[in-house]
């Protein structure tokens, strides 16, 4: 349940992501830090590793100094949900000591602005889904019959396949233009070149926080236990290399090349009071598949295009809620086979697709295939990301005036090395 009385004593924007109620994890560094677990409230980061040595958590202190959080998270959600707690009781009391303690309060909060986030987790393992009805739908029109545009295992099963992990990079970097085979239409061989249709897709990802051994599954009731949080993720997408290669094993150099997430760990605790009802999933799933209760998310996501020295411009507004499958299906059906799960493996979503044009989250829908192009706001039009151009999502959930978001996911595309 929101707490809307409860507020920080640091002033934060109400349009600020990093309200009391979100209170998020990640890693930063700066000149004087190599790396340092973080939260975040308003404007600023909140160094846990500086904070520990007031022995407000009773930690080994030492959790906080490490590259990423997964020694952190596999303490378990019982540590994990108490350090958020004490956090969000430290910033609510006007007696907190770190109101009381002045040289405290100076090495603990920094200004988001003069940090630099880091790689939250090390992704051991990465799967992506394929679990956005309309998106799936569109995608199927497209190349297929319009009148069967879902595969016969579609709606029995959340489609996924495993990506690479050591090509996910957090919010700020940048990549060169992919380069591979393409078959033109109007040839009858391949041809090998730069990628010329570089798509996003427009995701969240879960990052897992409890392991598992071979063997085991993890059932819907119990699937929450075991994701740590959530974050944004642009899957970057080759589609001209996709096309020709996918058949018959799915994607592979058309998707390994990026992937984008943002630096910080939204929890599953302060998403839930952002829960909503979930699509009427018919033919009925087999049972291992099925759930009760409201298990999507409202999270509005916004991408936007910025051209080399050009401004934002908004080209998608979507919503998480849009997904047919939820992250307790896909964890479900991921390790009903004995799939085992490693602290910091990390699941995405699917591309994230609306209904109406304007919620299509890749630009093969949003420009219907090149049909359509998008005008941007300084007279250039994009079917697909030209190089220079810089893509954000943003994201946020949003009720009774209280906001909880994920900060920004952001990645700019160069020329082909």
């Not at 846990?48 to 378990?76: H, P, W």
């Not at 699937?223 to 096309?243: C, H, K, P």
């Amino acid at each position: 349940m929101l707490n809307k009385n409860l507020k920080s004593w640091i002033e934060v924007n109400p349009k600020s992501d990093f309200s009391i109620h979100n209170i998020p994890f990640g890693i930063y560094s700066d000149k004087t830090v190599k790396h340092h677990a973080c939260s975040a409230i308003g404007d600023y980061i909140i160094d846990l590793y500086e904070l520990e040595s007031a022995d407000v958590f009773d930690l080994q202190r030492g959790i906080f100094e490490e590259k990423t959080l997964n020694s952190f998270i596999a303490l378990g959600k019982t540590v994990t949900n108490s350090v958020r707690q004490k956090l969000i009781e430290l910033l609510s009391d006007e007696n907190s000591i770190l109101k009381r303690d002045e040289a405290l309060y100076k090495r603990v909060f920094k200004k988001q602005s003069e940090v630099q986030m880091l790689m939250p987790v090390h992704v051991g393992d990465y799967t992506d889904f394929y679990s956005s009805i309309d998106h799936a739908t569109n995608v199927g029109t497209m190349f297929r019959d319009p009148n069967n545009a879902l595969l016969p295992n579609w709606k029995h099963l959340p489609v996924g396949y495993h990506g690479r992990a050591s090509s996910i990079r957090v919010s700020g970097h940048s990549f060169h233009r992919p380069k591979g085979q393409q078959k033109p239409a109007d040839s009858e061989l391949p041809v090998f070149g730069a990628c010329k249709n570089l798509d996003i897709e427009l995701e969240t990802a879960f990052i897992i926080g409890k392991q598992t051994d071979m063997g085991e599954s993890v059932s819907v009731e119990k699937a929450d236990e075991y994701i740590f949080g959530m974050v944004l993720f642009n899957d970057w997408s080759a589609r001209d290399i996709q096309t020709w290669e996918y058949v018959p094993l799915g994607p592979f150099l058309a998707k390994n090349f990026a992937s984008t997430i943002s630096p910080w760990i939204v929890t599953l605790e302060a998403l839930e009071p952002f829960r909503v009802k979930g699509y009427m999933q018919e033919p009925k799933l087999l049972p291992y598949l099925q759930y009760n209760g409201d298990k999507n998310i409202d999270i509005k996501l916004d991408v936007y295009l910025r051209p080399q020295n050009g401004t934002d411009n908004l080209i998608c507004s979507s919503n998480y809620k849009y997904m047919y499958y939820t992250m307790e299906q896909q964890l479900a059906h991921h390790t009903v086979n004995g799939c085992n799960l490693n602290v910091g493996d990390m699941m995405a979503s699917g591309t994230i697709s609306g209904h109406e044009p304007h919620e299509y989250g890749s630009l093969l829908e949003l420009a219907w295939r090149g049909t359509k192009p998008i005008k941007l706001n300084d007279g250039t039009e994009r079917k697909f990301v030209n190089d220079h151009d810089t893509i954000t999502i943003k994201g946020y959930c949003e009720k009774d005036g209280v906001r909880v978001g994920f900060g920004e996911c952001v990645g700019t595309v160069l020329p082909v090395k």
